[in-house]
């Protein structure tokens, strides 16, 4: 563990250098264990902290307190935070469809790794992923780990315009698009479910430590999920599966 | 709130939008803090116009800014270094920045150019406007805060309470501060050679063309990686200077994306981001290394700077003589700064 400087007003505290789910449990348990200090007023002029993969970052008020209070006020949690925060233990099954204007990357990531169209679609929904984390844009989720099979490096050219929903790949991690973006990874699929509301009490349907799996649905399906969502005859959640009991604390 | 008074938006100019302090506690779900990017020009404007000191504030960059009061007077004040202009029934006059002024329905004011910098806050008496996850900050990408989520365009109007109170001044704006701009090294300070650091820090940059809220691309020496010009994506702050692949460093402001993979050689200390935000394209500029405690001592310095700018701020006296302020002064011991702007007649103040 190292802490690393990022400027007057943050730093960042790195577990590790790898895409690990153990390096996330440790990330997850000194944000916790940051949150409960906070909760008790224990760490006044924390404004907030952004966990990532391999690393928290402290984000504070200069005029309230500083770098060297902070590390000091944390100090007892680095020595915990080699245990697990526990599993967050929240199941997505989420709808994609995997054909047509969806798909436009599908048969020439199929081509890149020598397997049929078919073969992605039952490799990239056939396992669970672990949310890692959530940024680049508001309710991004980095997920992983993909198959050995489906490992790809980035497009050589970023598109400029991903359609929101697309679901996609790259590195060894998938994604879906909340937003219109320019995008670098291989667009397998779309998803109609809603990532990001401003609206909801929590904003964002996934939170760091959720599971997700993609169920393959038909072009026909996508578009009556699409109405209902819009209607409000369906929400969001009705795509969870599992819920955790420490739910409310890591995504807070 | 049922306002008979607005402000009409006539032109954006090159890009106008609501902010204030910005939005907080979100970047785990990847939604930046958006805000101002000059705090103490929202503050000073604020105050300007009576208004709480992180009410949101029109920003806007360059020149070009026209607004319009509909319905009932309305006071507005300019802060930045702004060359403004007013326009009354038909007549136009010029009009310095730092203070705040009451434009009568239909009156138009102009931010004709900026004199150094190119961002300025126009505060707005009692502009209102509902907050998105505890801010009005525009953050457009995600449609949040703001006017329906975008930035200010022509024929848009925000609300505003009718003018109260006296018009008010700030008699000695900031100073131009040209010093390089400071920066505490890392977070992937190890991604870096020492030669690396020392081109960084000896070498001017240039402002490219693509430099807007979302951050400022700079041109100069190239920068090289000791080795991979790819990291495991982990947090950005705002002032974090990523550099790609190609050696072109890229400094991140308010709307920037909340984690990336490129490595970072420094951060921009939170007292010199309005500096480096303010830059133009074609503008040079040099940094400084501090430590992560001196930004800290700079951070609580800007800050006493600010309280005392705010603390300056008197009532403005246009005309005759202001009785009250005449009997409560010391005539004896005081000595009046001739020169002050509010002794200047308000035609002299076009340069």
Known sequence: MCVLDAGDAAFTVEFGDAIDPDLLAAVNALDVGIARLQAEGGLPGVIETMPTFRSLTVFFDPLQTGREILLEALRPLFAASGHSGGDNGRLWQLPVCYEGIFAPDLAETARSLGVSEDEVVALHSGSEYLVYMLGFLPGFPF????????????????????????????????????????????????????????????PSLLAAGDHVRFVPVSMAEYERIERSLKSGDIEPQHWLTRRGAEQAEVSR | MNSPASLEIVSPGAYASVQDIGRRGFRRIGVPWAGVLDPRLMRIANALVGNPGTAPVIECFDGGLQVLARGAAVRVAVAG??????????????????????????????????????????????????????SASTYARAALGGVDGRALAAGVCVPAQPASGAERILPEPPEVDERPIRVVFGPQADHFSAETF???????????????????????????????????SDATVP???????????????????????????????????????????????RFAAVSAAEGERIARETEAETLALLAAIRPFVAEGVDLTALYSANLVGGVVNARSPEYRPLTAGDD
Do not use: N
Not at chain 1, 160 to 182: D, E, F, H, Q
């Open chain 1, 143 to 202: 997920m992983g780990d993909l198959p050995k099979a489906l490992r790809l490096p980035r497009r050589p050219e970023p598109r400029l315009r991903v359609p929101p929903g697309s679901v996609a790949i790259a590195t060894g991690l998938t994604a879906i698009y909340p937003w219109k973006s320019p995008g670098g990874w291989h667009l397998l699929g779309r998803c109609p479910v809603t990532l990001f509301d401003a609206g909801r009490e929590s």
């Open chain 2, 198 to 232: 020392d081109t960084f820090l000896g070498s001017d940059y240039r402002v490219t063309a693509e430099a807007d809220r979302m951050g400022v691309r700079l041109e100069g020496p190239v920068l090289g990686h000791l080795g991979p010009a790819e990291i495991i």
């Open chain 2, 81 to 134: 270094d702004a060359v403004l202009e007013i326009e009354h029934d038909g007549e136009r006059k010029p009009l310095p920045a730092w203070r705040s002024v009451t434009l009568a329905d239909g009156d138009i004011l102009r931010i004709r150019r900026m004199g150094s910098g190119r961002i300025a806050a126009l505060a707005l008496e009692g502009l209102a406007l509902p907050q998105v996850l505890g």
């Open chain 2, 239 to 285: 002032g974090s200077i990523q550099v790609p692949g190609k050696g072109q460093p890229i400094v991140l402001l308010a709307d920037a994306q909340t984690a990336g993979g490129y490595p970072k050689i420094a951060t921009v200390i939170g007292s010199d981001i309005p500096r480096l935000a303010a830059c133009r394209p074609g503008q040079t500029l």
